[in-house]
């Protein structure tokens, strides 16, 4: 029974420990990100593999990212601009950022 009840508590402590990341991809899906960005390849804009990549080992990313997702930015990436989002709130977007920076 022990046992089992360790088992369990593993297991809830897995589930939970990755649920930001599922709820992080499942709010890029509602802001409407995936239309043009994937987790591991380019579609119109950069994968988010390859921007965290990009961003490694700097400390400001997470604003940097943050201010692209709702003003938008052009240059960083190649000729097409990324349009604003002015829909997604301040704190949507650094959950946001944080999450792309999180993509290995």
């Given at each position: 029974m022990k046992h089992v009840l360790i088992t369990c508590a593993l297991s809830a402590?897995?589930?939970f420990s990755t649920a930001?990341?599922?709820a992080d991809l499942a709010l890029a899906q509602s802001k409407n990100c995936m239309a043009?960005?994937?987790?591991?390849?380019?579609?119109?804009?950069?994968?988010?593999?390859d921007v965290a990549a990009k961003y490694k080992g700097d400390k400001a990313a997470v604003d940097k990212?943050?201010?692209k997702i709702i003003k938008g930015g052009?240059?960083?990436?190649g000729a097409i601009?990324?349009?604003?989002n002015p829909q997604v709130s301040e704190a949507d977007s650094k959950?946001?950022?944080s999450w792309v920076l999180a993509q290995k």
């Amino acid at each position: 029974m022990k046992h089992v009840l360790i088992t369990c508590a593993l297991s809830a402590t897995a589930l939970f420990s990755t649920a930001p990341a599922f709820a992080d991809l499942a709010l890029a899906q509602s802001k409407n990100c995936m239309a043009c960005h994937a987790v591991d390849k380019k579609i119109v804009g950069p994968s988010y593999k390859d921007v965290a990549a990009k961003y490694k080992g700097d400390k400001a990313a997470v604003d940097k990212l943050a201010t692209k997702i709702i003003k938008g930015g052009s240059g960083s990436w190649g000729a097409i601009p990324m349009p604003a989002n002015p829909q997604v709130s301040e704190a949507d977007s650094k959950k946001l950022a944080s999450w792309v920076l999180a993509q290995k």
